[in-house]
């Protein structure tokens, strides 16, 4: 059964601090997605990592996969409060085509 | 609308009620989920359908029965709700087949369903 461990879980930062979100997974998988969700709001596709190495940068994130560690990172660079949300990755099911497994979720906090 | 839709975004029900929630795609996409999310244990699948009239069971299904006799839709059917079921539920599409869908998924804006 494959499992998607994120950490931490909660995170609370200052504004203008850099910061790593960790997404840790159990089998093989070649493509990672990330998402942020703001408060009631929905999920939104935030990165799709495709392949070992692939990094993505949008703004002050950036995302990177490792396959073979079976690890992602999600780097906060200089947070702003806008970045408060909470960030969910998500790992292809292989042996189950067209299913993603969620990682718990980090809830950000970027405090002025 | 384009997109995915979601009703009702709200739902109050008592226990015992049968209670549908609708999701509507208009992207053609072959693939629709269920998920609900509590505090606690993040997003969990519920059901999951790869085409019309193929339908799945994910982790949590008690309770839960699905249909998909259309590609754009995907109603999720409480039988007889409970107390447990109070959640907020989210339906997803996504499309892995098509050429740089890369099987990401599209969630929809979610409905809350409070059972009392």
């Known amino acids: 059964e494959l499992k998607v461990e994120q950490n931490p879980l909660f995170l609370s930062m200052q504004e203008g601090k850099n910061y790593t979100i960790y997404c840790n997974y159990s089998?093989?998988?070649?493509?990672l997605y990330w998402y942020r969700q703001d408060p009631g709001k929905s999920l939104e596709s935030l990165f799709v990592?495709?392949?070992?190495?692939a990094v993505k940068q949008e703004g002050r994130l950036m995302a990177s996969l490792d396959t073979k560690a079976r690890l992602s990172t999600l780097h906060i660079t200089a947070a702003v409060h806008d970045l408060s949300a909470t960030y969910f990755c998500?790992?292809?099911?292989?042996?189950?085509?067209?299913?993603?497994?969620f990682g718990q979720g980090t809830i950000l906090t970027v405090h002025p | 609308d384009a997109g995915i839709t979601q009703s009702p975004r709200y739902k109050i029900t008592e226990t015992g009620r049968q209670v549908t929630l609708m999701c509507h795609q208009t992207?053609?996409?072959?693939?629709m989920f269920w998920y609900r999310q509590d505090l606690g244990h993040g997003l969990r699948l519920i059901y999951y359908?790869?085409?019309?009239?193929?339908?799945d069971k994910g982790e949590v299904p008690d309770g839960y029965v699905v249909s998909r006799s259309k590609t754009e839709n995907f109603p999720l059917t409480l039988e007889s709700a409970t107390r447990s079921q109070t959640s907020v539920y989210f339906c997803?599409?996504?499309?892995?087949?098509?050429?740089?869908?890369?099987?990401?998924?599209?969630f929809g804006p979610g409905t809350r369903l409070t059972v009392l």
């Open positions: 997803a599409s996504s499309d892995p087949g098509a050429s740089r869908s890369y099987n990401e998924q599209f």
């Open positions: 990592l495709l392949s070992n190495g």
């Open positions: 089998t093989t998988s070649d493509r």
């Open positions: 359908s790869a085409a019309a009239d193929i339908t």
């Open positions: 992207w053609s996409h072959s693939y």
């Open positions: 998500a790992v292809d099911v292989r042996t189950s085509y067209g299913k993603l497994t």
